[in-house]
């Protein structure tokens, strides 16, 4: 089954379905009871500054099973932001839509709906994360982790641009320093 | 002599190690820039595509609150 095939799900409420389907090993994301209230087009009630998208075409891969594992506490973190799950069927069409996609997801992309409202998807917009180009499960996990960190720091942000370039900068400075002190690969890219 | 040798040997070593750095520091650039995008116009497209499947209702918002 794919991460979601939950989409359904979310209007359904059904019992979750079995986890060992012929597909893949990587447990389903349990159904939900429930729905996010929504206003016009699924917006949850209260203003969100994101909304999230989940991209998965069910590759087993290390990426998806530490999402999976992972998903309600980045649920839990970005209470105050819709997260969209694409199901398998939908993210296989996305994906033969963009070619050039495939084998990176899972991908969360977050569109910046402040950035949006001011200048459409002309300019910056928002920010992806293809967490299937992490390869273990640490890194994804890392990865992860990174995303609901800088989501949750970065929320009031006025220019959520210059923070994520920031990151990246620190990112790749901060590698450096442990290359140069000997230490051990970090991370979230490595 | 010996000297001048050895200076020269730390030198090229210095220079080799600093290249290192630089290509390291840049090749970790790339892959950070590749796991995380950040979406302009060239990504605007994709983000159409899915901004509509959320305003026709074909996307509603996940509500799964924890794993089984």
Redo the contacts between chains.
């Keep these: 089954m794919g991460l979601a095939d939950t989409q359904d799900a979310a209007t359904a409420a059904q019992p979750p379905p079995p986890s060992n389907s012929p597909e893949s090993d990587v447990p389903a994301l349990p159904m939900h009871a429930g729905r996010v209230p929504s206003i016009g087009g699924g917006v949850p009630s209260g203003a969100s500054r994101f909304r999230i998208f989940i991209v998965d075409s069910g590759w087993n891969s290390a990426a998806r099973k530490v999402l999976l594992e992972n998903f309600a506490l980045i649920r839990d973190l970005q209470k105050e932001d819709p997260i969209y799950v694409l199901s398998r069927e939908k993210s296989i069409e996305f994906m033969r839509r963009h070619g050039s996609r495939i084998g990176r997801d899972p991908i969360i992309a977050v569109h910046d709906m402040q950035a949006l409202q001011k200048g459409g998807t002309a300019g910056f917009h928002g920010f992806r994360l293809s967490l299937g180009l992490l390869r273990t499960p640490h890194q994804a996990l890392m990865g992860l982790q990174a995303f609901a960190r800088f989501l949750v720091t970065n929320r009031q942000s006025g220019d959520l641009e210059a923070d994520i370039r920031a990151l990246l900068r620190r990112e790749g400075l901060t590698g450096a320093i442990e290359i140069a002190m000997h230490h051990e690969a970090r991370e979230i890219g490595e | 002599m010996f000297d001048r040798v050895t200076e020269v040997f730390s030198l090229v070593l210095g220079a080799l190690a600093l290249g290192y ?1 630089v290509y ?2 840049d090749r ?2 790339r ?11 060239e ?2 497209i ?6 509509d ?5 074909e ?10």
Excluded: C, F
């Excluded at chain 2, 892959?31 to 116009?41: A, M, P």
């Excluded at chain 2, 994709?46 to 901004?51: G, K, R, V």
């Excluded at chain 2, 499947?53 to 209702?57: A, D, I, L, Q, R």
């Design positions: 750095l390291e520091i970790r650039q892959k950070l820039h590749d796991i995380w995008n950040v979406l302009d116009g990504d605007a994709l983000t159409a595509s899915l901004e499947m959320v305003e026709s209702g996307l509603q918002p996940y509500a799964g609150a924890t794993l089984a």
